[in-house]
């Protein structure tokens, strides 16, 4: 069993954080509280929800990057989700994408599911995982400080795909819930993307 981190960080103000300056990046966000979480900075255009995708954020991310080479690409999702697609990174890290970031919010628990302890609450290294597998960086972030350092490097241009786990608290903030209609979110995404509906 891990022990207790002192240092955790507000994952709404961390999220406010991380799209303060987004600038034309498209964010993929996954299934459950980040996705409230996004929401709740600010809906927008260039956000593409999922919505009963577990699984499926650092993947879709991974497509758009390779879509759209000149844009960069955020997919913010949680420790349970990433968890369930752990060979997704594996097939991220090989594609090896320049433009795309992953921020994984772990507060160690399934929180859409009753706040269990998840594996990284049992001692797996989310970070530890991708380094291992070839991204060009990876780090857990734990304090203020730490995630200033992270939105700075950020604007750096990368070799390769980028992994941050961001230590949050354990907690469940009100939901801010974005639509829900998957079509619409989709042909609005491809709106902003110069797309028709498809």
Known sequence: MTQPLTHVLDRRDAVACLLADRGDTLVVTGLGSPTYDVHAHGDHDANYYLWG?????ALVGLGLA???PERRVLVITGDGEQLMALGGLATIAAARPTNLDIVVLDNEHYGETGMQTSHTGLGIDLAAVAAAMG????????TDDELAQLIADRTAPSTGPRLAVLKIRAENRPRSMPSRDA??????????LGLTPG
């Not at 991204?135 to 734990?142: E, N, Y």
């Not at 079509?183 to 902003?192: E, T, Y």
Request: net charge positive; glycine share 8%; proline share 0%.
């Open 53 to 57: 995708a577990m699984g499926g954020a």
């Open 66 to 68: 390779c879509a759209r």
């Open 135 to 142: 991204f060009a960086d990876s780090r857990t972030v734990t």
């Open 183 to 192: 079509v619409f979110i989709k042909n609005r995404f491809r709106a902003h």
